[in-house]
């Protein structure tokens, strides 16, 4: 299988602080791949770093081949990644119509296709579509987020915490959802939540203070009780 | 009742003076975070530079197009050279700012010596309207229509087309521009530079309004922008329209009501709106 994303030894400093110190990551095409660990491993700004928003200092990142570490971010996001931020990064007073102008690229039909094919995966969003963004409830933000971020012709979706604040039933919903968006991109994903990292997830990454110490199989980590228990305070 | 009337067209008159300045320093404000101190030099620019093509040209058109490409060119200029190194450092903004209004104010007695110079209404607006009891000023009834007309533009530019869209989305959140495929750079440039035009055009019809004009102007005129940039919330144009008018009829009633207060008018203003509602009246939400 062909990585489409791939991070090797990448490290980045925020200010002073190195918070990455060395993590290698990949993430097969049509594929699911969760980051996880524990609270300020580093995998939110992982996920920064790829985008360009945390630019790193050493290491390289490949998309698709393509170097793009030294790219500015809307390269980055034109080239084809999508992001769905941890705060789901609503423009709270634009409407959701607007919203999602900002992410497209232009009128062509492919992109008038997506946005189709998002608002039949969402159907809330056409309901809210002149309603202010910030007027909708928590897991509407993330449907729109996730919308947002497929229409730009994202061919690689990073998606952070997407369960973070919702509740149960809407847990199930964006699980439901990045089934679906998986036919369609590549997904990187953080998450906090082991039991929906386990249902979503097809291979893990497990970062720790800012370096990768494993990767594999998501059913290899679902058994591995010690490595849960070591790196993620659960089991 | 006339004098009520005539109170209120200059002030109206004199907030759309100030509401020009305004829109594009709030706008570069809440979009850029950038504090533009010297966005007051780019009005005394416009300023000049119209009274200098309309005695040159004659013509009054030329003159307000010659004021705005002046300040489109200064725009461009102040924003590479000036603005990008100093993006997301607020201490540098002020002081580089700062030092750029001084040389922009000296760069005018250079050019175009250090004494004041008059400046001419056209004859086609100079005179008045009566209308019952009430004497209309054409000039300044020329201003109130001018600040109306670029309110509605800018508005149209902002909730019509792409650009503006990306402008109000950068204002509550330029990482996600960024991220979404903006490239937020070309954006700041385009706000700064119709910020600046803006400024050269508020500079430019300013000079027949008060008859002349001086290197020291823009520095007066940018103080009043700031206030009422804070009056109306950092970023909202709706607000920076509405303060600019309070602002301006606030000065000219009090100048006729209370001399004693015109000048300390805006500064009591502001401080209310601070103690009160320290996000301004109109603030952009995040």
Do not use: C
Not at chain 1, 47 to 76: D, Q, V
């Amino acid at each position: 299988m062909t990585d489409l994303l791939e991070m090797r030894d990448v490290h980045t400093y925020i200010g002073e602080y190195h918070i990455l110190q060395g993590v290698n990551f990949t993430a097969p095409k049509g594929q699911v791949s969760v980051l996880l660990g524990r609270n300020g491993a580093g995998k939110t700004t992982t996920l920064k770093t790829i985008m360009g928003l945390h630019p790193s200092k050493s290491g390289s990142i490949l998309f698709e081949g393509n170097p793009i570490e030294k790219l500015p971010t809307h390269k980055i996001a034109q080239s084809g990644l999508g992001y769905v931020p941890e705060d789901q990064g609503i423009f709270a007073t634009l409407t959701v119509e607007e919203n999602i102008r900002v992410a497209m690229r232009d009128q062509s039909e492919a992109t008038a296709e997506r946005v189709d094919y998002v608002l039949k995966l969402f159907p809330d969003l056409k309901k809210f579509w002149k309603k202010d963004g910030g007027n909708l409830s928590g897991g509407q933000k993330q449907m729109l987020s996730m919308a947002r971020a497929f229409v730009q012709d994202s061919r690689l979706l990073l998606i952070d915490e997407p369960s973070k604040g919702l509740a149960p039933v809407v847990i199930g919903k964006v699980i439901e959802a990045i089934h679906e968006l998986k036919k369609q991109s590549t997904i990187v994903l953080v998450e906090q939540n082991f039991r929906m990292a386990s249902l979503v997830g097809d291979t893990f990454t497990l970062i720790d203070d800012g370096r990768t110490v494993h990767t594999g199989e998501m059913g290899y980590l679902v058994e591995n009780e010690e490595m849960k228990r070591k790196y993620l305070g659960i089991g | 009742m006339e004098l009520l009337i005539n109170l209120l067209i200059n002030g109206l008159a004199t907030g759309m003076l100030i509401f020009l300045l305004a829109a594009g320093l709030t706008l570069i404000f809440g979009l850029m975070s950038v504090l533009n101190f010297a966005h007051g030099g780019l009005f005394v620019w416009g300023a000049f530079a119209a009274v200098w093509m309309y005695a040159t040209t004659g013509s009054f058109i030329l003159a307000i197009l010659g004021a705005v490409v002046t300040g489109v060119i200064l725009g461009f200029v102040t924003e590479k050279l000036i603005i990008t190194p100093v993006y997301g450092n607020h201490v540098q903004q002020i002081l580089i700012t700062l030092g750029f209004m001084l040389v922009l104010t000296e760069m005018i007695k250079v050019v175009f010596g250090p004494n004041q110079l008059a400046a001419k209404v056209p004859p086609y607006l100079a005179g008045s309207w009566e209308v019952g009891d009430v004497i209309l000023i054409k000039y300044r009834m020329f201003i109130i229509l001018i600040g109306f007309v670029v309110f509605g533009i800018i508005q149209f530019i902002l909730k019509r087309t792409k650009i503006g869209l990306i402008v109000r989305a950068g204002v509550l959140n330029k990482e996600m521009v960024q991220a979404l495929g903006n490239n937020i750079k070309q954006v700041f440039l385009f706000t700064f530079i119709a910020g600046a035009a803006l400024a050269a055009l508020g500079g430019a019809l300013m000079a027949p309004y008060s008859g002349v004009v001086y290197a020291e102007m823009g520095l007066e005129f940018g103080i009043l922008a700031f206030i009422v940039v804070v009056i109306g919330g950092m970023g909202s144009l709706p607000g920076s329209l509405m303060a600019a008018i309070l602002v301006g009829l606030a000065g000219s009633f009090m100048a006729y009501y209370v001399p004693a207060l015109s000048l300390a008018v805006n500064m009591i203003l502001m401080a209310l709106v601070l103690i009160f509602r320290p996000q301004g009246l109109f603030a952009a939400k995040g």
